[in-house]
C-alpha cells in the first residue's frame, strides 16, 4: 500500500480544483493505482494561507508519504522546507527555476519535478485581449498578493515590457488580505480608460467570487488567468488549461511509485492554452466583443 500526499493551495471548496483531482484520480486508475487497493491518499488544503499551508507541509512530510502532489508554489516552498528526499511532483508552479525549486528545467535535480504555467510570451497575449474586447483601456490595475505569489515580478516584466505597444499603462497593487480588494478595485475603477489584470495566486483564486462582483460592481473590464474566473462570472480568461495539468501528473507520479527519481524527469511547459469569454458579463459591462475573439475563443458562456 503507497501513500501519496496532496498539499493543495486552495481553499477545500473549490469545485473546480477538486475536478482536477477527480481527473488526476481517474488518470491514475489507468495505470493501475487505485485508492483503497494499492494507494492510501491524504489531502491538506491551505485556503490561501502561508501559515497553514506550511503547517500542512510539516503535517504530511511527517506522515512518511512515498510521494506529494503539491498544487501551486506556495506548497513547494513550504515542503523543500521540510523534507529534500521525499518525492514531490508540482503542478500550476511559475518559473521553477527562477524561484530556485528546481536547477533546470530538463535536469531538475533534487526531489522536485513537475509542470509550470508560465510562458513571457502571456503578457503580450493577456494585453492584446484586454485592448480587443475593451479598446478604451488605457490603465490597468494589477492585483497579487506577494506572500502568495512571490513570482509576480515575472509577470509584471511580462506585461510591462508590451504595454506600451498596445497605449496601456500598468499600475499594480499588491494585496495583502481579502479586507483589501473593496478600496483597491474602486480605486482600479477610478477615471476613464480603467481595466483589471488579476494574476495567477492562490489567494487570488481562494477569493474569485468577491473579485468578480467588485468588478461587475464597478463595470471594470478584468482579465484573469484561469477559465473558471470566466466560467464563475468573470468577463474573460486567457491561460494553461489546469485539468489538462492534473492528467500530466498522474503519468509522472505513476512513473515516481514505480522508481524513476523526480531529479531527472523535466519539468514540463504548459501545452493546451483556454480563452474563454463570458458573454453574459460583457453584455452586462456594455461591451461588445469582437467576432475574431469570439472566433478564437475556446468556449463561449452565453
Known sequence: MRRIGVLIAVAEDDRDVRAGL?????????????????????????????????????????????????????????????????????????????QGLVASLARPGGNVTGFSVFEVSLGAKWLQVLKDIAPEVTRATIIFNPMTAPYYNLYLDAIGSRAAAFNIEPFPVQIHSKEDFPSVISAAARGPGSGLFVLPDSFNVVYRKEIIELAASHRLPAIYYFRYFAMDGG????????????????????????????????????????????????????????QGVLARADEVIE
Open 22 to 98: 477527480d481527473s488526476f484520480l481517474a488518470k491514475l486508475a489507468e495505470y493501475g493505482w487505485r485508492e483503497g487497493e494499492n494507494f492510501q491518499i491524504k489531502y491538506r488544503w491551505g485556503g490561501g494561507s502561508v501559515a497553514r499551508i506550511e503547517s500542512f507541509a510539516r503535517e504530511l512530510v511527517g506522515w512518511n508519504p512515498d510521494i506529494i502532489l503539491a498544487h501551486s508554489t506556495p506548497p513547494v516552498v513550504a515542503l523543500l522546507k521540510e523534507t529534500r528526499s521525499i518525492p514531490i511532483v508540482f503542478l500550476t508552479v511559475t518559473d521553477p527555476v527562477g
Open 235 to 290: 468577463l474573460i480568461s486567457y491561460g494553461p488549461d489546469e485539468i489538462d495539468l492534473f492528467l500530466r501528473s498522474a503519468g509522472y507520479v505513476d512513473r515516481v511509485l514505480r522508481g524513476a527519481e523526480p531529479a531527472t524527469l523535466p519539468v514540463q511547459q504548459p501545452s493546451k492554452f483556454d480563452l474563454v469569454v463570458n458573454l453574459r458579463t460583457a453584455q452586462a459591462l456594455g461591451l461588445v466583443i469582437p
